[in-house]
């Protein structure tokens, strides 16, 4: 089949022109960047988190398992139907009694209408309910451990969320502060510019030396080394952001500046706080109600119903059966005379094999091994209270030392600058002079944000949602 040529031209018209659209949206250009606020990142990161999607599910999985295991002492009721086939020398058999009856009543003249004892084809039905009374103990500790399990889900689903607001905390204020280094770097670089400018000047007067100028040559292009990697770790710190708030990876956001001046009134009552707890009994009360600690105290329980459960494997059990049945005849229809039977069955095990036995020995064991486990998270826990304190308490002093050395250091340089000015200053002391700046900048911008990082790990501590 021929194409017309216009038809043709047309087609290759749109695919050239599809192209550059197609490579255009692969290569996801960067887009407008968006405002986000710490109260919109925690928002934003508890929506669509991962790890608290699957939290959340667990969470709904064990509500449906506990009703699951209370539906385990209910009744039973099933409607049961059979169909055999015998073969006709065993049907003929099985009515000859039958037949004989009605040949001896014939005999007498009376008509007997008698039913066959068999059929070839036999149709049976029943119903039949089970009510478990008694089956060791085996209902009672399944509830006992899916309410477990269920409480073990929502502590889990707690801590996930003091977890993710913690991680999303962190990442914010890693990208606050890997901003702030960007723009210390950034002013360093401008600043060692400037001061390039000027002994290039005082050079070409002969003012200067050209050793003087090359070791400014050198420290602007250090700074310049030095931008370049702070803008590298800022987008790094984006990059880790956008993957703990679950958007695209490649999603840029405006933060507020890092405000480097801090209540001295929220730390001084972040220091007595950590002053007030001095002793490890009132640690032990801090964190009695932290989701993780209850939730593994939920993980013992669970395993003492474990106990119970194999336990019952080898006490006695009691269930009451009630059945409802139609005659055995040859169709499916449910009529003739009805029956019922009621009883208790009682089973008493008097061998299974020693499986009842070693499963209690089994299940002993690991009740003793949760035991251990929570004996070790609780003092893993404890560990990481002290750290954190120890942390915040660090990022405290870090603080009052880095403004301290903030002011000197500005103050060395501004008394440098003036005195480099009127030839009192060497090119060297002008130099240390800037580099002791921008490094003091470069602490103080970590000694802030290390504190809000500090913070928000005892904030997990505490159970503080936010």
């Known amino acids: 089949m021929h194409l017309p040529r216009n038809f043709v031209i047309v087609l290759f018209l749109i695919s050239v022109l599809a192209v550059p659209q197609a490579f255009a949206q692969s290569a996801s250009p960067d887009a407008e960047p968006t405002a986000l606020t710490l109260a919109q990142a925690i928002e934003i990161s508890l929506a669509h988190n991962l790890g608290l999607e699957g939290a959340q599910y667990q969470r709904q999985a064990a509500r449906w398992a506990m009703w699951y295991s209370v539906a385990g002492y209910l009744p039973n009721a099933s409607f049961n ?21 009605g040949d001896m009543a014939e005999a007498f003249g009376i008509e007997l209408n008698l039913e066959p004892s068999a059929f070839e084809d036999n149709y049976s039905s029943n119903i039949t309910v089970v009510q478990p009374i008694f089956n060791g103990g085996a209902e009672i500790a399944a509830i006992r451990l899916a309410r477990a399990a269920s409480k073990q889900s929502d502590l889990a689903y707690d801590e996930q969320m003091l ?4 991680d999303t905390k962190t990442a914010y204020f890693q990208v606050m502060q890997a ?7 950034q002013d360093g670089l401008a600043l060692a510019t400037e001061t390039l400018r000027l002994f290039q000047a005082q050079y070409e007067v002969g003012q200067v030396s050209r050793s003087d100028v090359l070791r400014w040559e050198a420290q602007a292009a250090q700074a310049e080394g030095s931008m370049i990697e702070a803008e590298s770790a800022y987008e790094l710190s984006m990059i880790a952001l956008a993957e703990v708030l679950g958007s695209d990876l490649a999603t840029r956001y405006i933060m507020p500046k890092l405000e480097l001046s801090i209540d001295p009134q929220l730390q001084q009552a972040v220091r007595a706080e950590l002053d007030e707890l001095s002793t490890s009994e009132q640690i032990d009360e801090l964190i009695a109600d932290h989701p993780a600690i209850k939730g593994i105290e939920q993980s013992v329980k669970m395993q003492c119903s474990n106990v119970q459960l194999a336990w019952a494997t080898i006490l006695p059990k009691l269930n009451f059966a009630y059945n409802y049945s139609w005659p055995t005849d040859d169709d499916l229809h449910l009529n003739g005379d009805e029956s019922w039977t009621a009883m208790l069955q ?3 095990p008097l061998f299974t094999g020693l499986r009842g036995v070693t499963g209690i020995g089994r299940e002993r064991r690991n009740l003793h091994l949760a035991r251990v ?12 209270v002290y750290a954190a304190r120890l942390q915040l ?7 009052e030392a880095a403004r301290k050395q903030v002011d000197f ?41 290390d504190y809000y990082i500090a913070l928000s790990l005892w904030e997990y501590i505490q159970a503080r949602r936010y």
């Open 163 to 166: 977890s993710t607001v913690r």
């Open 393 to 399: 308490d660090t990022a405290l002093r870090k603080l």
């Open 346 to 348: 009682l089973e008493v």
């Open 409 to 449: 250091a500005e103050e060395n340089l501004r008394n440098m600058q003036g005195r480099s000015e009127v030839g009192m200053a060497s090119n060297l002391e002008l130099l240390d002079a800037q580099v002791t700046y921008n490094g003091a900048r470069s602490d103080l911008v970590r000694a802030v944000s």
């Open 179 to 185: 901003s702030a280094l960007k723009q210390v770097s």
């Open 81 to 101: 139907t059979s169909y055999t086939r015998l073969d006709p020398e065993t049907v003929d058999n099985a009515n000859q009694g039958v037949k004989r009856s």
């Open 373 to 384: 486990e929570q004996q070790q998270f609780q003092r893993s826990f404890v560990q990481q």
